[in-house]
């Protein structure tokens, strides 16, 4: 792929589709204590009102009530006001908690059911792996293909080792546990993973407002090892040359959406985009990280 391909508005369109909102001024912010967690919707916060023993407004949006100081007993009302509103079908509850934070760094809030972040506007993390091999023609990554019965881009390409890092556990704990809950690697092995930065992204769709952070991970993999899917989230692992990874970031649909974020930030740390102008390359960098 050359330069006359037009490559960077090709890789540019999965950042744009990531981060399809220009601002969430249109939104109602949502806080705990003297934070902002999250923002919502006029339906959501209008279901909020039936709720006024914990749920309280203002002229700065919808908080929490006051008297829910610790995170435990943010944590027990959420649940109570997330299990009637998923009730009365606002969302679907996936029954995974995860932990509430104002910034991606900062102190645990409370915990909230996985499926209600969108809905709030919450901020949830993930990690992702990029699985590679060294050969003489150059790198090849592994590629996972999600299982057709996924919710969430069912049957497209995504990387060997993925998942959202659910409430207590941190990001190498998550990369672990997902190793070898998906690939069948060992932890002695997963624990080989390099850090490589984040991505995030800001995207409104039917569940809400996604504010994603995915912590990227390198991992350099032996030459015989081959992963195994050990769960019903992978269908199968594919070794391609990151050439014709590229070529399917670039020119095709099948690499779930967030992934071919990761990617694309796999290419950029390894060189892999050598017809970029330093302009389109800070462009992309600058592009790749949308969550404070």
């Not at 090709?10 to 999250?38: K, T, Y």
């Not at 998906?182 to 800001?202: D, F, I, K, N, W």
């Amino acid at each position: 792929m050359t330069q006359q391909d037009g490559l960077f508005p090709r890789l540019w369109r999965h950042v744009e589709a990531c981060n399809n909102i220009a601002s969430p001024s249109h939104l109602i912010a949502f806080r705990m204590g003297d934070q902002q967690v999250g923002w919502l919707g006029a339906d959501l916060a209008r279901a909020l009102a039936f709720f006024p023993r914990d749920i309280h407004f203002d002229r700065d949006g919808v908080a929490l009530a006051g008297k829910l100081r610790g995170e435990g007993a943010r944590t027990a009302a959420l649940e109570r006001i997330i299990a009637s509103l998923a009730g009365r079908g606002h969302f679907s509850l996936r029954g995974e908690p995860f932990d509430v934070r104002a910034t991606a760094d900062g102190p645990v809030l409370a915990r909230m059911d996985r499926g209600a972040l969108p809905p709030f506007g919450v901020i949830s993390q993930g990690v992702h792996v990029n699985g590679f091999v060294r050969r003489q023609d150059g790198l090849h990554l592994w590629c996972g293909w999600r299982s057709k019965h996924k919710p969430v881009a069912p049957g497209q390409m995504d990387n060997i080792v993925a998942g959202g890092i659910p409430a207590g556990l941190d990001a190498e704990r998550t990369l672990v546990k997902e190793a070898a809950e998906e690939a069948s690697l060992p932890a002695e092995l997963a624990t080989q993973a390099v850090p490589a930065g984040r991505v995030s992204y800001v995207m409104a769709n039917e569940e809400g407002l996604r504010r994603d952070v995915l912590h990227c991970y390198d991992l350099e993999l032996p030459e015989g090892f081959v992963p195994r899917p050990q769960d019903d989230e992978v269908e199968r692992f594919e070794l391609r040359p990151a050439a014709a990874v590229l070529e399917e970031v670039a020119t095709a649909n099948r690499v779930k959406f967030n992934v071919n974020l990761v990617l694309i930030d796999f290419f950029l740390r390894h060189g892999l985009l050598p017809g970029l102008t330093e302009a389109e390359v800070a462009r992309l960098r600058a592009g790749l990280d949308q969550v404070g």
